[in-house]
């Protein structure tokens, strides 16, 4: 992380906005084009830890 990134780790959690991170779905160097735009696993990567995020938002609580 650069300040920028921590700045911006700091912000989101300030305003409770949820945020994926590349380091938490283990991201690498090997899944950017360049130093900033993904190549096609990094994509994927980001797909999966949205998918799993956006499925356990919209499955209903069988708590309830």
């Known amino acids: 992380w ?3 990134g921590k700045e ?5 959690s300030n305003y409770n906005i ?3 991170s590349g ?5 690498t160097e ?3 084009r360049d130093m900033i735009h993904l190549n096609e696993t990094g ?3 980001i797909a999966q830890a949205l998918l799993s995020e956006l499925k356990n938002l919209i499955q209903p609580d069988e708590a309830r």
């Open 18 to 20: 949820p945020a994926i």
């Open 30 to 32: 090997t899944d950017y």
């Open 2 to 4: 650069n300040n920028s």
């Open 43 to 45: 994509q994927f990567k």
């Open 8 to 12: 911006l780790q700091h912000f989101l």
């Open 23 to 27: 380091l938490e779905v283990g991201m």
